[in-house]
Structures are given as structure tokens and as C-alpha cells.
């Protein structure tokens, strides 16, 4: 071999292992950023591409988290409201926060919404990682060594007798020194029929440094195909991890769809309740400052001889127990909007209060509707029902999945090899000495206990699949029909509490003068009952008020159409048309 050929094989065989290292050095060398980009980034295209199927999606889902502050820039509170008592100051150089910025906010920086909005990312994550496998999957290696030895060797050793030289052969200890190495490149793929191919090439290199430094060099290239004729054939088998990755991504959109309704519905009902909590204190306050009005009077009273000391006792009871009423409602308050500060993702600390204005916009506004067509739009458009419908689908697929088990493995195997020429460039394949050979490999059913118990339970899972079905239709007629009861229940609440409150006035009113002007039969324990009825009837107008709002907006969301914006508003004024259609 001359120096020329010695040095081609020597640096194919060093380029081959360099640039393989090269290769791997670079992949190895990726910044964990750059990972989680290109992560973030398929994900998002999956998302993309599904998300249109379904409606009111999220049209520009991400789980990346603003850092934009929209407290900042809200409007302060600058006045005192009396009935906080002492503690009203507290609340000037608060932020005021409305309900439409409340739900921009709790999009943002809800803790319960960002770990909904993960949900579905890892949900996305998966679907690329399934459609991956049936990718041609590359992998490869390198791999050198040094190593040293001591052998006996055979040399003819000179030495001089006499005037003369003489040659023999005799055995010594040398050290042996040796470099060697290799590099290999190999690729699977699944393929939609059930089969799997792979294939793989591969360079050797061996070179002793001492005695004979010839290079020893070999490649070879290799090929499988194993494609099952009967258990596991067919692209139904084959690509059912991937089917059902798809399938489960749309559920998951359809679940994060169907998470936003509640959410929206969820973070405005307990917007007003908080507001409903803050009238009652309100109510409670004005309740307290009539007692004491009435309680100075009724000393002037008993002073004049106009009212007796036992009269005077009641109002003073009544005045500690209204007292004790609106410390309580403080109280309740606080922790109503501590909670919905959570709820937005904010801390408990965060100086804020709700916008009392939100409170006096409410109106009864009640749907025109017939019940029979709402269930009907329900079960056209509920996004919960939709998914257990195709799980349904799921179940029965899976019963000609389980049934495949059964069958025999029966696999044809065709395998083909070819090596590099001998004394040649490794790159040199000798296809004419390639080696190529076709068989079967029959597994026959003799064990089939485990794929038996599997497909029996996959014709259990199916009919506990269609039970599942037929109970969600009926749940979602049964939460229909509660909520227009509910939402009807709520508007004669209403109309009741109304009615109350005019009555209450009244009385308070005639109480008040029968006392004015000393009329006999006229008591404190009267004007007492007609004051806690006063409070009563304004608290239970406003729980009806709000009531009637959450319901009307949780009917809206169990028909199905409660469409939510990106900044969690909703549009009311399409449910009427919508329902009519």
C-alpha cells in the first residue's frame, strides 16, 4: 500500500470520527434556550393549526405571563366612605378596579388560569412528541481509544565473535502501542403500515504505532425492515398513538374553551358578590346610625316622661345588636375580597377595591326564551358534550385495537448488509459481495390471557362509554333546566325584594311618626322589627339584583354560548338571536 492510499484511509477514518464529534459537540452545545424555544414554538404551531375547529378558542393562546402591571394604571380613591367607621381612611390611595379590568387581570395573572393554559400546552407537547416518532429518528456515535501491551516478539539480533558477525533469532519483550476508533450513523422510522425500518452505517479504524504501522480500516452499511402481516398490521394499529395524541389535543382545546366560560362567569360573580358583601355593610351602617338617632330620642323621651326606661333598653339592645351586625359585614367583606384577590392572582396585601358603580349598572334583564329550545341549542353547541361524544368513538376503536392483540405475530424480516472493498478507501462499498436474506417469524397465540382480559375490558369500556353519553345529555338538560329555574326563581326574588323595600319604608316611616307625635299603643319593640325589616329588604334587594345577574350568565354559559373575548369580556347582546336560531 503506498504513502498516498495510507494517508487518504488515515484521514478519512480521523475526518469521520472529527466530524461526528463535531456534530455531537455542536448538538450537545445547544443553550437549554434554545431547547425551550423550539419547544415553545411546535407547540404553539399545533395549537394553531387546531385551535380554528374549535369555537372561541383563544385565537393567540400562549403560556408566556405579562410582566406589564395593569394596577398602575388605575384610577385611585380619593374620598372616605363613612360607613368603614374608623377604618375609612384605609382606603384612600387604593386602586380602583372595574369589572371589564378585573378580568383582564385575572386572564393575566390568575394562578388558576395559567396552570389551565399549561394544561393544554403539555397536552401540545405530547402530540409532538407522537408525531415525532413516526419521523426518521437519527442517531450516532463516535468512539476512540489508546491502548498498550506487552508481547513477545521474534527478532534476529546481531552480534560479533571473534572477526566475525552473527545472526540469530531470539524472543523479546516489546511494547505494543495502538490507536483505534469508530463512527456510526443510524435511522428508524415507523411506518404507517406497522412496520419499522431501520438502517445503520458504520466505520472502524485500527493502527499499531510500533512494528508493522499499517492502518486496518472497514465499513459497513446495514438495513432491516420488520413488517407484522397479522397482529399489529394495518395504519389503524400502527398510527392510533398519534389518532388518539390528535383526538386528545382537541379535547383539550374544547376543555380550555369550555374553562374560560366558567372562568369569566366565575371571576364576575365573585366581583358582585364582594360588591353585594360591601352594600350590606353599607346597609348595616345606615341601619346603626338610625338606632343611635332613635336611642337620643328615647332618652329625651324618657327625660320628658314620654317613654319608660324598659323602652329605652330595647333601643339600646337593638343598637348593639346592629352594631354587632355591621362589624360582622365588615369583616365579611374583607375576607370576600381577599379571596377574589387570589382569584386574580394578586396579593392579599394589594390595596384595592371594586368599583361600587358596577353594582348600581345591574339590571333585570331576563331572556325570552322557551325552554325546549334552549336544551336543544345545548346540545348543539356544548363543547363538554362534544367530547364525550368522540370518547365514545374512542371506546369503539379501541375494541378493533384489542381484537388485532388476538391475532398470531407474524412478521416478515428482510435484511440487508454491504462492507467496504478490504484494502480500500472505508467509503468504498463492494455492493457486488452485498449480503441479503427475506424471512417470516411466526409467534403463534398459545398465551393470549393478558390480550383476552384487554379486549374484554374494552367491550366493558364501551357500553360504561355509551352510559357516560347518555348521562351527560341528560345532565346538561337537567342544568338547563335547573338554571332557567333558577334564573326565574332569581327575577321573582326581585321583584319580591322590591315590593320589601317599599313596605319597609313605610313602615319605618309610621313608626317613626306615631312616636313623633306620642300615639298610644305605639312601642320601641315596633320601631325596632321596622328598622331590622328595612335592613333586611335593602340587603335582600341587591343579593336579588346580583343573583339574577349570575344566574342569567351561568344560563348563557350551560346553553353554550357565553362567546368569551381575549381579555375574558363577554358579548350578551348576541344570546337572545343566538337562542332564536
Not at 342569567?552 to 363577554?570: A, M, P, S, V, Y
Request: contains cysteine; neutral net charge.
Amino acid at each position: 500500500m503506498g504513502k498516498v492510499e495510507e494517508r487518504n484511509i488515515r484521514g478519512v477514518a480521523w475526518g469521520s470520527v472529527l466530524m461526528l464529534a463535531a456534530f455531537c459537540s455542536g448538538v450537545g452545545g445547544c443553550s437549554r434556550g434554545y431547547y425551550r424555544k423550539a419547544a415553545d414554538h411546535e407547540a404553539a404551531q399545533v395549537i394553531a393549526a387546531k385551535a380554528p375547529s374549535v369555537k372561541n378558542m383563544d385565537p393567540h393562546f400562549t403560556i408566556e405571563q405579562t410582566t406589564n402591571s395593569i394596577i398602575d394604571a388605575l384610577p385611585v380613591v380619593q374620598q372616605t366612605n363613612d360607613f368603614f367607621g374608623a377604618e375609612a381612611a384605609a382606603e384612600v390611595g387604593a386602586r380602583v378596579i372595574s369589572l371589564e379590568k378585573a378580568l383582564e387581570i385575572a386572564v393575566t395573572r390568575s394562578r388558576t388560569y395559567q396552570t389551565r393554559k399549561e394544561q393544554l400546552f403539555l397536552q401540545a407537547l405530547d402530540l409532538t412528541l407522537a408525531r415525532h416518532r413516526y419521523t426518521p429518528i437519527f442517531s450516532g456515535g463516535a468512539r476512540g481509544t489508546y491502548e498498550t501491551q506487552a508481547r513477545d516478539v521474534q527478532r534476529e539480533i546481531e552480534s560479533i565473535v571473534g572477526a566475525e558477525v552473527v545472526r540469530q533469532t531470539a524472543m523479546v519483550l516489546e511494547q505494543q502501542h495502538s490507536v483505534g476508533g469508530g463512527a456510526n450513523l443510524g435511522m428508524n422510522l415507523l411506518l404507517a403500515t406497522g412496520g419499522r425500518l431501520a438502517s445503520d452505517f458504520s466505520v472502524d479504524f485500527l493502527r499499531f504505532m510500533t512494528g508493522d504501522s499499517r492502518w486496518a480500516t472497514s465499513s459497513r452499511l446495514g438495513a432491516t425492515l420488520t413488517q407484522p402481516l397479522l397482529r399489529g398490521a394495518g395504519f389503524k394499529v400502527a398510527l392510533e398513538n398519534l389518532t388518539q395524541s390528535e383526538r386528545n389535543l382537541l379535547y383539550a382545546l374544547r376543555d380550555f374553551t369550555r374553562f374560560r366560560k366558567d372562568f369569566s362567569v366565575d371571576v364576575a360573580s365573585r366581583y358582585y358578590q364582594v360588591l353585594q358583601a360591601r352594600d350590606e355593610v353599607r346597609n348595616a351602617w345606615i341601619g346603626l346610625q338610625n338606632y343611635r338617632k332613635n336611642v337620643e330620642r328615647g332618652r329625651a323621651f324618657v327625660k320628658e316622661g314620654r317613654e319608660t326606661e324598659a323602652s329605652l333598653g330595647r333601643l339600646l339592645q337593638a343598637e348593639l345588636s346592629t352594631e354587632g351586625q355591621w362589624v360582622d359585614a365588615i369583616r365579611s367583606y374583607r375576607e370576600r375580597l381577599d379571596q377574589f384577590k387570589i382569584l386574580l392572582g394578586l396579593p392579599t396585601d394589594a390595596r384595592v377595591v371594586l368599583n361600587e358603580k358596577e353594582l348600581e349598572k345591574l339590571e333585570i334583564v331576563h331572556p325570552d326564551v322557551v325552554i325546549e329550545d334552549a336544551i336543544k341549542v345545548a346540545l348543539e353547541t356544548r363543547l363538554d358534550l362534544y367530547n364525550q361524544r368522540d370518547q365514545f368513538e374512542d371506546s369503539a376503536r379501541r375494541i378493533d385495537l384489542a381484537a388485532n392483540g388476538l391475532r398470531p405475530d407474524l412478521n416478515l424480516i428482510l435484511r440487508g448488509d454491504v462492507e467496504s472493498k478490504p484494502g480500500l478507501r472505508p467509503q468504498s462499498l463492494d455492493f457486488d459481495r452485498a449480503k441479503w436474506s427475506a424471512g417470516l417469524d411466526l409467534d403463534l397465540p398459545l398465551d393470549r390471557k393478558s390480550e383476552r382480559n384487554t379486549y374484554r375490558r374494552s367491550l366493558i369500556d364501551y357500553e360504561r362509554s355509551k352510559r357516560e353519553l347518555q348521562l351527560a345529555v341528560d345532565q346538561i338538560k337537567l342544568e338547563v333546566n335547573e338554571g332557567w329555574r333558577a334564573l326565574d326563581q332569581a327575577k321573582r326574588n326581585h321583584e319580591i325584594a322590591k315590593i320589601g323595600v317599599t313596605l319597609s319604608q313605610r313602615r319605618v316611616e309610621e313608626q317613626e311618626l306615631r312616636i313623633e307625635i306620642g300615639r298610644e299603643g305605639t312601642t320601641a319593640l315596633e320601631l325596632i322589627d321596622a328598622r331590622r325589616d328595612q335592613i333586611n329588604a335593602l340587603n335582600q334587594r341587591t343579593r336579588a339584583v346580583v343573583g339574577h345577574t349570575i344566574a342569567r350568565l351561568q344560563f348563557w354559559r350551560d346553553l353554550g354560548i357565553l362567546n368569551i373575548k381575549e381579555d375574558g369580556q363577554w358579548d350578551e347582546t348576541q344570546h337572545v338571536v343566538n337562542v332564536a336560531k
